[in-house]
C-alpha cells in the first residue's frame, strides 16, 4: 500500500513538473514574441497596422493670385474651414479635459451661438463617453482669422493637434473680385478626384497651371467619426501658395471697353462681340473683352471669342493681300484701278462694291475699301500662282497661332484645295476680301500691330511677371519679337499712309471716327455669315474694325468684332469703329504719355447721348464735363427742362408748367421728380427702378387738395 502511494505521489509530482515546465516555456515564449515585436519588428508590424488605419491624401497648395498692372486682384483662392472636436484624442487627458472644458465651452458660446456653455459641456461629457463618436463640429465654413481665434481657445490652444483635438478640412473656393470683366480670360477651376485643391482648366488659370498652383503633396490620414484627420500638422504646406501672377491689364480700361461694347451690341442686337487691346511695341494685352447677348438686355461670358472664335474676316483680310502685292513689284500705291461700275463678274460669280467708285489707285482701293480693285488684283497677279500668295500670307504669321497665353486659341485656316489637289478658282478670289477663310480676332489684331510696329511681329502676351511672397521672380522683358519685317519700310510707309486715309479721307469707310485730337490708322470689315445648313449667304454681318493709334506713332492697337448684325447698321465703319473711336478717346485721355489727364479736350462725338430731363444746372454740369455740345432757347429762365437728341448735340426744351396745375415728369429721374411735384404741394408714390415712365395724373390737371401721383420708374 505504501508502495502504491508513493508510485501515485510520484505521477502526481512529475505531472506537476511537466505542466510548470509549459507553462514556463509558454511565459518565455509570449515574453520573446512580445519582446520580438516590440523591438526587433516594431517598424514593419506598425506600416501593417498603418496602411489598414491610415491612408494617403493628395493636397494641391493654395493657387497664387492674379493681378492687374497696378495690383488690383483679379482672381484669387478664399480658403475657409470645417472645424471639429475629436474628443478621444489620445494625448487629451482626462484632468487636461476637466479643467478646460467648462472655459471652452464659454468660449465656443461667444464665438458662434449655437449652443450654450451648459449645452456644450453636455455633448462633451457626452461624446466623450463614447468612444464611437468621439467627433463634435464646431464650425463650418469660417475663415482663417476665426479659425485663428478658435485656436487661442483653452485645449484648442494646445500645439500638438493629439492633445488638441481640433481637426480642421480645408474648403478652397476661386473668387473672381470683377464678375464677369475678365471671367473668360482669366479662366476657370476644377476639383479633381483624389485630390484636394483645385486645378486650372481654362484662360490663364490653364494655361499657367503649374505655376499657380504648385507641386501635390501628400498627408497622412485617419478616419475617425466619419472625418478624416490628418495625423500630422500640414497647414504650413497649405499656406505655400503657388506664384502669383502679374498681368498687364488696366482693370479701369477694362471696364470701360466692357461697357461700351456691351452697349453697342444690346442697341445693334447683336450675338456676340469681342474686343482687344494692346500695346504696340510690347505685345502686352491690356483689355480684352468677350461678351454674349443674352437677349434680354444683359450679357454673359460663354466663349473666348477673341482666340478661339476663328471665321471669314472681311475686308481686313484686303492689307495683307494688297502687302504682298507690292512686295511682289505686281503694284504700287498710284497704280489705278478701274472698278466702274461698282460690280464685277470673276468665274462666274458677281463681286459687288457698296457704290461705284470708278477709276481709283490701290491706295484708294484700300481706304475705300474696294472689293472690286482687290479682286482684280488678285486675279491678274495671283490666278496662275496662288500658292506664290499663300506663300506670302504664311511667312506674314497669318496662317499660324500668335501663341497669346490663353488656353484654346485656334489656328487660321487660309485656303484648302479641292479634291484634285486644286484651289478653286473662285474661293481663291474671295480670299482677297475675307471670305473663304477662317482667322481669329487675335491673329488679325497681331498682323496689324506688326504694321504699326515698323514692320515687326510680336507674339501677343497677358501675364507680364511671376511673384511670390510680394517680390518678382520672373518678369518678362524680353518681348518675343520676330527678327524679319513683314515688308519692307517702302510698303509699310504706303499702306499706313492707306490706313489712315480710311479715316481721315473723307471717303474713307470709317471717317466718321476722325478725331480732331489724334490720328487713327485702321481698316473696316464686314461679312455675310454663311449658313451650313441652308448651304448660302444669309442676310447677318460680322462687322470689325480693327487699327492703331496714334497714327503717326503708334503706342496701342486695337480691334472690335461684333458678331449676328442684321438690319441697316451692319458695316464695319457703322458697328464696329465708334467703339473702337470711343475706347480710343478713353485711353488717350487717361493715358499719362498723351499728357491729358489734368484738362481734357472737348470730345466731339458724332452721336449725342441720350440725357435725362430734369432740373437744368445738373444737366449742365454733366454735359459740361463730357464735352458734350448742348443748345438752350436764351430766352427761357426756368430751372426745369425736357431734353431732346440731336445727332451733334443735346437740345434743352422749357418745361412749361403752371404752379396750379400738375407738371409732366415723364424721363425724369426719381429725385428731380420728387422734388418738382412736391414743391406743386403734391404727394408721390414710387414704383420701379430708372427714369418716369408714367404718372398717374396727367400733365395739367388741376391740383387739388391731398392729391397724390403715382410715378412708374423703368
Known amino acids: 500500500m505504501p508502495n502504491k502511494e508513493k508510485q501515485s505521489m510520484n505521477k502526481f509530482i512529475n505531472r506537476a513538473v511537466i505542466i510548470f515546465l509549459i507553462t514556463?516555456?509558454?511565459?518565455i515564449i509570449v515574453l520573446f514574441t512580445m519582446f520580438r515585436i516590440t523591438f526587433v519588428k516594431a517598424s514593419h508590424y506598425r506600416k501593417i497596422i498603418d496602411s489598414v488605419a491610415t491612408f494617403d491624401v493628395n493636397y494641391k497648395p493654395e493657387r497664387g493670385d492674379i493681378f492687374d498692372a497696378d495690383g488690383n486682384i483679379l482672381a484669387a483662392t478664399i480658403v475657409a474651414y470645417d472645424v471639429y472636436f475629436d474628443l478621444n484624442t489620445p494625448k487629451l487627458t482626462d484632468s487636461l479635459f476637466n479643467a478646460n472644458k467648462d472655459s471652452l465651452a464659454i468660449c465656443l458660446e461667444k464665438f458662434n451661438g449655437t449652443h450654450t456653455a451648459k449645452e456644450y459641456v453636455k455633448i462633451f461629457e457626452s461624446v466623450r463617453l463614447n468612444p464611437k463618436e468621439r467627433i463634435v463640429i464646431i464650425a463650418r465654413n469660417i475663415n482663417p482669422f476665426q479659425l485663428a481665434e478658435l485656436k487661442t481657445f483653452p485645449i484648442f490652444r494646445e500645439k500638438n493637434s493629439l492633445k488638441s483635438g481640433l481637426v480642421k478640412k480645408p474648403i478652397f473656393r476661386r473668387e473672381l473680385p470683377y464678375g464677369n470683366l475678365l471671367k473668360r480670360t482669366i479662366g476657370g477651376v476644377k476639383e479633381e478626384k483624389n485630390v484636394v485643391g483645385l486645378f486650372g482648366e481654362s484662360g490663364l488659370e490653364g494655361k499657367y497651371e503649374d505655376e499657380l498652383s504648385g507641386s501635390i503633396y501628400k498627408v497622412k490620414m485617419r478616419k475617425i467619426g466619419g472625418i478624416t484627420k490628418p495625423i500630422s500638422e500640414y497647414s504650413d504646406k497649405i499656406n505655400e501658395k503657388g506664384y502669383d501672377l502679374v498681368t498687364a491689364i488696366d482693370i479701369n480700361l477694362q471696364n470701360f471697353a466692357h461697357n461700351t461694347l456691351k452697349e453697342q451690341l444690346i442697341k445693334l442686337n447683336g450675338q456676340e462681340a469681342t474686343l482687344v487691346v494692346m500695346e504696340t511695341e510690347t505685345g502686352y494685352i491690356k483689355s480684352i473683352v468677350n461678351l454674349y447677348n443674352k437677349g434680354d438686355s444683359t450679357v454673359s461670358v460663354k466663349s473666348n471669342y477673341a482666340a478661339g472664335y476663328s471665321m471669314a474676316p472681311g475686308s481686313t483680310f484686303k492689307l495683307p493681300i494688297i502687302i504682298a502685292a507690292m512686295e511682289d513689284g505686281y503694284i504700287t500705291p498710284d497704280d489705278m484701278i478701274n472698278t466702274a461700275p461698282?460690280?464685277?463678274n470673276i468665274y462666274g460669280e458677281d463681286i459687288n462694291d457698296y457704290r461705284n467708285m470708278g477709276n481709283i489707285s490701290v491706295h484708294q482701293v484700300l481706304a475705300y475699301s474696294s472689293n472690286v480693285g482687290i479682286a482684280k488684283i488678285a486675279d491678274k497677279y495671283?490666278?496662275?500662282d496662288k500658292d506664290a500668295l499663300l506663300r506670302r500670307l504664311y511667312d506674314m504669321g497669318l496662317g499660324n497661332k500668335t501663341g497669346i497665353d490663353v488656353m484654346g486659341e485656334k489656328k487660321a485656316s487660309l485656303l484648302d484645295r479641292n479634291s484634285d489637289g486644286k484651289y478653286n478658282k473662285f474661293t481663291f478670289i474671295s480670299m482677297a476680301y475675307g471670305y473663304g477663310i477662317a482667322v481669329t480676332p487675335i491673329n488679325t489684331l497681331t498682323f496689324y500691330n506688326a504694321v504699326a510696329n515698323n514692320g515687326y511681329r510680336v507674339k501677343p502676351h497677358i501675364v507680364t511677371a511671376?511673384?511670390?511672397h510680394g517680390k518678382i521672380v520672373k518678369e518678362f522683358k524680353n518681348y518675343e519679337t520676330e527678327t524679319e519685317k513683314i515688308c519692307s519700310d517702302k510698303t509699310l510707309k504706303a499702306v499706313r499712309a492707306a490706313l489712315t486715309d480710311v479715316v481721315e479721307d473723307p471717303y474713307g469707310t470709317?471717317?466718321?471716327?476722325?478725331?480732331?485730337?489724334?490720328?487713327?490708322a485702321g481698316k473696316t470689315g464686314t461679312a455675310r455669315t454663311y449658313s451650313q445648313q441652308k448651304l448660302k449667304f444669309e442676310k447677318i454681318y460680322r462687322s470689325s474694325f480693327v487699327g492703331y493709334f496714334p497714327a503717326e506713332k503708334p503706342k496701342y492697337s486695337m480691334i472690335v468684332v461684333l458678331y449676328g448684325l442684321?438690319?441697316?447698321q451692319y458695316s464695319g465703319g457703322v458697328a464696329a469703329a465708334p467703339?473702337?473711336?470711343?475706347?480710343?478717346d478713353y485711353i488717350f485721355d487717361h493715358d499719362a504719355q498723351f499728357g491729358n489727364i489734368e484738362k481734357l479736350p472737348k470730345v466731339d462725338y458724332i452721336d449725342a447721348p441720350y440725357s435725362k430731363s430734369?432740373?437744368?444746372?445738373?444737366i449742365d454740369k454733366v454735359l459740361l464735363d463730357l464735352g458734350i455740345a448742348f443748345s438752350v432757347n436764351k430766352n427761357y429762365k426756368g430751372n426745369w427742362i425736357r431734353t431732346q437728341k440731336d445727332q451733334y448735340m443735346v437740345k434743352y426744351k422749357g418745361l412749361n408748367a403752371s404752379k396750379n396745375k400738375v407738371p409732366s415728369v415723364l424721363d425724369f429721374s426719381a429725385k428731380d421728380a420728387v422734388f418738382l411735384l412736391e414743391s406743386f404741394g403734391l404727394n408721390v408714390e414710387l414704383s420701379g427702378f430708372g427714369s418716369v415712365r408714367e404718372q398717374s395724373i396727367a400733365p395739367g390737371t388741376p391740383i387739388g387738395k391731398n392729391m397724390t401721383v403715382k410715378l412708374t420708374l423703368r
Open 382 to 384: 495671283y490666278s496662275k
Open 342 to 344: 461698282g460690280h464685277v
Open 579 to 584: 467703339v473702337f473711336r470711343k475706347v480710343a
Open 566 to 568: 442684321q438690319g441697316e
Open 510 to 520: 470709317a471717317h466718321r471716327i476722325k478725331s480732331s485730337r489724334y490720328k487713327i
Open 614 to 618: 430734369g432740373n437744368r444746372h445738373d
Open 466 to 468: 511671376f511673384k511670390k
Open 24 to 27: 514556463v516555456l509558454f511565459v
